[in-house]
């Protein structure tokens, strides 16, 4: 009933139209006379039928017509030829009537499409004459719309008349073909790449993305430009939110950082993963840190046997539980198992790993916050070196089947001593004779949005007010989201030998600072507002990382986005006898721990003073490190977070 009412105006209006179209027709065929009124009469009602049926195939029938656009003229044309047919079926095949004049059916087609879209203009132009500029409020933000596409459109639609807070003053699009036009009644004013030009000549205080559909590369360089306006700028919802009615077009979102690595996320096919993990016994050293609790999730989801998830913070372990709970059915029996322990506890983990007979490893505990392992070496080096070497034995001998190594770009020609021991750590997993238990290592850069990176600490700093601290305007680091780190790690899982390095190809390093711009635009600030300081590199950092050494092979896997690196492989009794050395000498002096990785490491740098540009040189001794974390406040330091 609901929907007859909704449609009993628009079908009168448009009956009304067709009818006044015939007889204007009739009038124009015979000199403004009408003649053969017997002819006329009878195709009346056979036309109007045609011509609904015509509306009603090409979903024209309805009265929404203040949203018109391009595609319901379109749609108005195809209705009125349809019908057009329909009738001379009827007319000429059915009755065989041969008096209707072959001349009406074109001139009453002319005449039908152009009444029935002027219905559609007169009300368009009489929605958009109520609601001027007078109704814009003041306080209305000035915006400028990125896209004239389908969700452009959807926007504008729902901002008419609409108390959203913005006024929109323009378009801006790619197609040249669209310059010139409007968008309900709001003109294309030019292409993305003119928005420096646009925003001062229009009057912008922001602008908003409306390409959901938009790859990473093509969202980056609109990011880009934005940027370079020096004015906030957020993004519409994913195109499939839109669709599905999950969110409205106008609810708008800051452009999340994960969206901007600067190249499409690699996605990694993971239903071989689930295969192999199916009822598996699996275990998870830092289960608790940002790669290890996304591990973790994924792994449940992959329907283990068992998932045992092993972290001294008991705060963070208790977190994941409840993380987990939420993706477990409160009626099935619980699979993962919370396990406060340290992974460098031998006894402990001989007990864990024999008593559940655990199958796979994933190994991400460790320590790594470059400045921290500097000043920390024999606990660094017990940690990530001398635990990870003990634990591969325990899990050899209670006869599990796959280690997999949670590396870093870092131990890429390291300079840093958190960087060394990840190296170790790739070459002892490498180095193992090959046995019942297969190793491998994963080695990616930094992880956006992980807990001790810079965006988070970046976002602090904007919220207080502070200014944002960088160690060196040149620094350069790959990013990569979490859903990509875990999925590399789970797919090297599967497809991985004993003794292989796999590394995501993360595309082209990004500068710090460029992170820290964009920031300060997406949350509206300027750099008058919050300055960027530079504070030197501190101890072991780098400049730029590298992901393979120059004499490694970059082998293609059969995954596409991840790569194999075949490097030199040492003589693992060697090096084996230079770990019993290592370990002996942790309650020792730091300078005798340096000296035996270097001798381990033969391409460990330790880095020099660096010179910021118009700056003197900048160093930070280690002894005042902690001084200067409470004088300047959280730095954006050379962090890579597991």
Same mark, same amino acid.
């Given at each position: ?102 001349? =009406? ?20 132009? +009489? ?107 957020? !993004? ?73 998830? =092993? ?96 590396? !870093? ?102 500068? =710090? ?61 060697? +090096? ?67």
């Amino acid at each position: 009933m609901s929907r007859i009412k909704w449609y009993w105006k628009p079908v009168t209006l448009q009956s009304a139209a067709i009818l006044a179209s015939l007889l204007l027709s009739w009038l124009v065929r015979f000199s403004f006379h009408f003649r053969y009124i017997t002819v006329l009469w009878p195709a009346i009602p056979l036309l109007l039928l045609a011509r609904l049926i015509g509306l009603y195939l090409f979903h024209s029938l309805h009265g929404n017509w203040r949203y018109t656009g391009p595609t319901d003229l379109a749609r108005v044309l195809q209705a009125t030829v349809a019908g057009s047919l329909i009738f001379m079926v009827i007319e000429r095949g059915l009755l065989a009537n041969k008096a209707f004049p072959l001349s =009406i059916y074109l001139i009453e087609l002319i005449f039908t499409t152009s009444f029935l879209v002027a219905l559609r203009a007169a009300v368009v132009l +009489l929605f958009n004459g109520t609601r001027t500029n007078r109704h814009v409020k003041d306080e209305s933000v000035r915006a400028l719309v990125i896209g004239a596409g389908f969700a452009g459109h959807m926007l504008a639609k729902e901002m008419r008349g609409s108390n959203t807070g913005f006024h929109i003053v323009g378009f801006a699009d790619d197609d040249r073909s669209k310059l010139g036009t409007s968008v309900h009644g709001v003109p294309v004013v030019g292409t993305i790449d003119q928005l420096p030009e646009l925003v001062p000549g229009h009057d912008i205080q922001e602008v908003l993305i409306a390409v959901p559909s938009a790859t990473k590369s093509q969202l980056n360089r609109i990011v880009q430009i934005c940027s370079d306006t020096k004015i906030r700028f957020r !993004s519409v919802p994913s195109l499939g939110d839109i669709l599905s009615g999950r969110v409205s077009v106008n609810t708008f979102k800051d452009t999340d950082l994960d969206d901007l690595i600067g190249r499409d996320k690699v996605e990694l096919d993971l239903a071989p993963v689930i295969e192999f993990l199916a009822d598996k016994v699996v275990m998870v050293t830092g289960a608790a840190g940002s790669i290890g609790s996304e591990l973790c999730r994924q792994i449940l989801q992959c329907g283990p046997e068992k998932l045992i998830c =092993i972290d001294r913070d008991e705060t963070a372990l208790f977190h994941l539980g409840e993380s987990l709970d939420a993706l477990t059915d409160a009626s099935s029996e619980k699979k993962f198992h919370l396990w406060m322990a340290d992974a460098a506890d031998g006894s402990t983990m001989k007990k864990v790993l024999t008593g559940n007979h655990v199958q796979v490893i994933f190994h991400a505990a460790a320590y790594k916050h470059v400045p921290l392992v500097e000043a920390n070496v024999a606990e660094a080096t017990k940690n990530n070196v001398i635990a990870l070497w003990k634990l591969l034995e325990i899990a050899e001998e209670a006869g599990c089947d796959r280690f997999v190594l949670i590396s !870093s770009d870092k131990a890429v020609n390291p300079s840093s001593f958190m960087g060394c021991t990840k190296r170790i750590g790739e070459l002892l997993v490498a180095s193992r004779p090959a046995g019942k238990l297969k190793s491998m290592s994963v080695r990616f850069g930094n992880v956006l949005g992980s807990q001790g990176s810079v965006v988070p600490t970046f976002k602090s700093q904007i919220a207080r007010g502070d200014a944002i601290t960088i160690t060196h305007p040149e620094m350069t680091r790959f990013f990569m989201a979490i859903s990509e780190a875990v999925s590399l790690v789970l797919q090297a899982s599967v497809i991985g030998g004993h003794g292989e390095i796999y590394v995501l190809n993360m595309g082209e390093p990004i500068k =710090i600072v460029d992170l820290a711009e964009m920031l300060l635009r997406l949350s509206g600030k300027s750099e008058t507002e919050i300055p960027i300081q530079y504070t030197g590199l501190r101890p072991g950092e780098k400049l730029y990382e590298e992901l393979f050494y120059g004499d490694e092979e970059m082998a293609p896997t059969s995954i596409d986005g991840l790569r194999m690196a075949k490097g030199r492989i040492v003589n693992w009794p060697k +090096l084996n006898s230079q770990l019993h050395q290592l370990a002996e000498l942790l309650d020792g002096s730091v300078a005798s721990i340096r000296q035996k990785v270097k001798e381990i490491i033969p391409e460990y740098q330790q880095p020099g003073v660096m010179d910021i540009p118009n700056k003197e040189a900048v160093t930070v001794p280690l002894a005042q490190w902690a001084k200067d974390q409470k004088q300047i406040g959280p730095l954006a330091i050379d962090t890579q977070i597991n």
